[in-house]
């Protein structure tokens, strides 16, 4: 597994960690499930879904229900896939 494919798979188990908090409320749940979906979509390019994973991310950074422990993961999560932006993009 190449350095791309490790970053993309830790990324993944972030959002599913997240997803899984019952102390995040639903919606945000819900719309972390979706950015999930949308990067692992095999359909579009890597670097379109990383780009649309990343600013469904920043809406749910910028939710106001979001607990700051979740919005510090959400952060965590964008700047890995900042990273692997750059990675696709080099």
Do not use: C, W
């Not at 990324?11 to 019952?22: Q, V």
């Not at 994973?53 to 993961?73: K, M, Q, S, W």
């Amino acid at each position: 597994m190449d350095e791309k494919e490790k970053l993309y798979q830790e990324i993944i188990a972030i959002l599913e960690e997240m997803i899984e908090d019952t102390s995040i409320p639903r919606n945000i749940r819900r719309s972390i499930t979706h950015a999930k979906e949308t990067l692992v979509d095999k359909e579009k390019p890597l670097d379109v879904r990383v780009a649309s994973a990343i600013f469904e991310l920043d809406e749910i950074a910028n939710d106001p229900n979001i607990p700051v422990h979740g919005r510090t993961v959400v952060y965590m999560a964008m700047g890995k896939l900042e990273t692997l932006s750059k990675m696709i993009s080099s």
